[in-house]
């Protein structure tokens, strides 16, 4: 009788701590899982896509994620949200191509584009025409390879569209004030993903990085992606070992009671 006691009291001390285990993973999980979502919530902004200007890095209708920050962060080669007066009263997306104190230029010998004299590699484009149905903003877009040299004014940026010959960008406001550049501050955002229909991390390019300043990194999404997955895997892991325990518990019970 004393023996069976002994047995009988170390398997509730392991069930004891692990039902102590699992209530702690399940604790953990959900404040990592919900604390991916606030942090999300708070350094990034959903925004979607009205034109085809940008692509085939985002479509038309495409939900991103454009991550919250100061104009003084952008790089080149960033794909940013801003909002410009002269450009127009609602948020728009381009490419960064260039920064106070560049000379941005079209076209070199290859018909490509050169900032301060360096050809850029941009296999991020498309030549094609804009589709008739889709939205455009009013006015024309300049032909691609239209020719024209830009000095960046400082604390300004160059814009323009990966989609060339359907993008009213910088290039569509060179007689303006500033050469049709926009400054810093009327960056929001810089876009990091798009999140639907398809979800995929926008890349650096690589033709920037050996221009001063290179590129910026990524921001944290993978990181709260990740936290996100990993605390509701400890919820489901941690709230799943109390069934798992009584099922196998009663399938040893019930292989004890076949074996008498």
Not at 70 to 84: I, L, P
Request: aromatic share 6%; hydrophobic share 40%.
């Amino acid at each position: 009788m004393g023996g069976k006691q002994a047995t009988g009291s170390r398997g509730h001390g392991r069930g004891g701590l692990g039902n102590v285990l699992s209530g702690i993973a399940v604790a953990v999980g959900f404040v990592v899982f919900l604390g991916g979502f606030v942090w999300g919530a708070l350094v990034y902004q959903p925004y979607t896509v009205p034109t085809d200007s940008m692509m085939p890095t985002v479509l038309p209708g495409d939900r991103v994620l454009a991550q919250r920050i100061d104009g003084g962060e952008v790089r080149r080669g960033d794909v940013v949200v801003f909002t410009d007066e002269q450009w127009s009263d609602t948020p728009m997306v381009k490419r960064v191509v260039g920064i106070g104190g560049d000379t941005v230029k079209c076209c070199d010998a290859a018909g490509g584009l050169t900032v301060n004299g360096t050809a850029l590699d941009e296999p991020y484009i498309d030549a094609t025409e804009p589709d008739s149905g889709l939205a455009m903003p009013p006015g024309e877009p300049p032909a691609p390879g239209t020719p024209f040299e830009v000095t960046v004014p400082e604390g300004n940026l160059f814009l323009l569209g990966d989609r060339r010959a359907a993008s009213l960008d910088s290039r569509a406001h060179l007689q303006e004030a500033g050469q049709g550049t926009v400054p810093r501050s009327a960056v929001s955002a810089r876009v990091d993903a798009r999140a639907w229909p398809s979800a995929s991390m926008l890349e650096r390019p690589r033709t920037y990085e050996g221009l001063p300043g290179g590129v910026s990194r990524p921001g944290p999404l993978r990181l709260q992606v990740a936290a996100v997955i990993g605390g509701a895997l400890l919820v489901v892991l941690g709230a799943a070992y109390g069934p798992l325990v009584r099922v196998t518990g009663r399938g040893r019970r019930r292989e004890r009671a076949d074996v008498r």
